[in-house]
């Protein structure tokens, strides 16, 4: 077997593998006596199937497929042996005309594509100067954020009649005789879109009737259907008019800011007092404001030492390679979304250097810990707040326990340090900015 390299440019280069008969005679030799111990043919006791026959069927697939291996095994052992730094793959030579002929030929020649990875300067320093944002925390940000938690444990109470936005109970009936009838139905007068519609209702209490067109009411079928209780293609036949009569008006109250409200959100007894609490949603609101800070410092990092190092691609190797890979890519779609791969392709190659240079890893403990924080916070974003310890750390263990999920918060966890230890060496040109500005910055980006 003979493997040589030809470079192309500086970020390509092929490589030909020649396989002799030698390389592969012996291997096919000893499948197809594999096969003759084990092949069931009739008219023949197992293992007596006469040499030639088995050799008649099945020589050319066996030859194929152990040629396949020997190319592939010692393609990746010369890369590996050369230390040849690639990216992606090594795809089929597209200039290549030597087609193999598996009937006739006993010597085959193989040519493929290398994209090589380039040189570059990964080195960030405290020369180095990226933003960082602090987002202020304001009275405002506090009242707004309170509020929002006296909403979320509120509740609708009965008031004596309606206005603009109660909550409407009541049987609902079809105005024509044996028309739709829907017992306990409920509609949002805040979810009307007709305002003459809604005007019906002002002033209406428990036992009061009301007609009004439904239709102009609620306009969406699929809303209407779920109202009425049918299909959604049945919504064309009923009539316009409807009668209601209210059984139950309701307005949503968000809870008062009292014990009883620290309690719901944190525990019993754990905060006592309104500036207790008010103290909480700050330090929550540091927490997710730290959190937003650094995805933003990471996005700037990632953009600065990305164009710092300054890295050429194999472009059109690459575009080949990533058609290849995927099934449901094209060569027209791919130049349309070839500038995403170009920085991710960049981003992986800074990362690997990083991470070699500067011996960054990931231990189990950290990976653990990681993903019991990020368990902790999607308990916390669906307001389960009191969640023991135990559970969470279960909930964690269950995800790592999945290998593609362990992949990606491994793959994660690599990142933010990779993105801490950035932010450590760079200098830091911080800004104090408000939270409105601080979106207004990803409004931009886009």
Do not use: C
């Amino acid at each position: 077997m003979n493997i040589t390299k030809e470079l192309v440019d500086d970020l390509n280069a092929v490589v030909t593998v020649k396989i002799e008969e030698v390389d592969y005679q012996d291997k096919v030799d000893k499948v197809l006596n594999d096969y003759r111990k084990t092949a069931s043919i009739k008219g023949f006791r197992p293992g007596k199937v006469p040499a030639g026959m088995i050799k008649k069927m099945y020589y050319k697939p066996v030859l194929i497929e152990e040629i396949n291996k020997l190319v592939s095994e010692n393609l990746m052992n010369f890369i590996r042996n050369e230390k040849i730094q690639i990216l992606g793959e090594p795809m089929p030579n597209e200039d290549d005309a030597n087609i193999p002929d598996f009937d006739k030929d006993k010597e085959y020649s193989f040519k493929f594509d290398l994209g090589i990875s380039p040189e570059f300067n990964s080195d960030v320093t405290e020369k180095d100067k990226i933003l960082f944002y602090t987002i202020k925390v304001d009275d405002k940000v506090v009242e707004e954020s309170v509020n929002e938690v006296a909403k979320k444990f509120g509740e609708l109470k009965p008031v004596e009649k309606a206005s603009n936005d109660e909550l409407i109970k009541g049987n609902l009936k079809e105005d024509i005789e044996d028309g739709v009838i829907v017992e306990e139905a409920s509609m949002s007068l805040d979810m009307m879109k007709d305002e003459k519609q809604k005007k019906l209702f002002a002033g209406k209490k428990v036992g009061d009737k009301v007609i009004f067109d439904i239709k102009k009411s609620f306009p969406n079928d699929t809303e209407l259907a779920a109202m009425l209780k049918i299909e959604k293609d049945q919504v064309q036949d009923v009539s316009d008019n409807f009668e209601i009569e209210i059984m139950e008006v309701l307005k949503f109250e968000k809870h008062e800011v009292n014990q009883e409200l620290f309690d719901k959100v944190y525990g019993v007894g754990i905060v006592k007092s309104e500036e207790e609490f008010k103290a909480k949603v700050i330090e929550e609101l540091k927490m997710n404001y730290e959190r937003e800070s650094n995805y933003k410092f990471a996005i700037d990092a990632k953009d600065y030492i990305i164009k710092k190092a300054n890295i050429e691609l194999p472009v059109e190797f690459l575009k080949r390679w990533i058609v290849a890979a995927n099934e449901k890519m094209s060569a027209e779609s791919i130049d349309e979304d070839f500038k995403n791969y170009e920085d991710e392709f960049r981003w992986q190659l800074v990362k690997n250097k990083l991470v070699a240079a500067h011996e960054i890893s990931v231990s189990e403990e950290e990976l653990f810990e990681y993903a019991f924080i990020l368990s902790k916070n999607q308990f916390l974003q669906y307001g389960l707040t009191n969640i023991p310890d135990e559970h969470i750390e279960n909930y964690a263990k269950e995800q790592l326990e999945k290998p593609e999920e362990a992949r990606r918060l491994r793959e994660q966890k690599f990142d933010d340090k990779i993105i801490a230890f950035i932010k450590e060496k760079v200098k830091l040109d911080k800004k104090n900015i408000t939270m409105d500005k601080f979106r207004k910055l990803f409004e931009a980006d886009k």
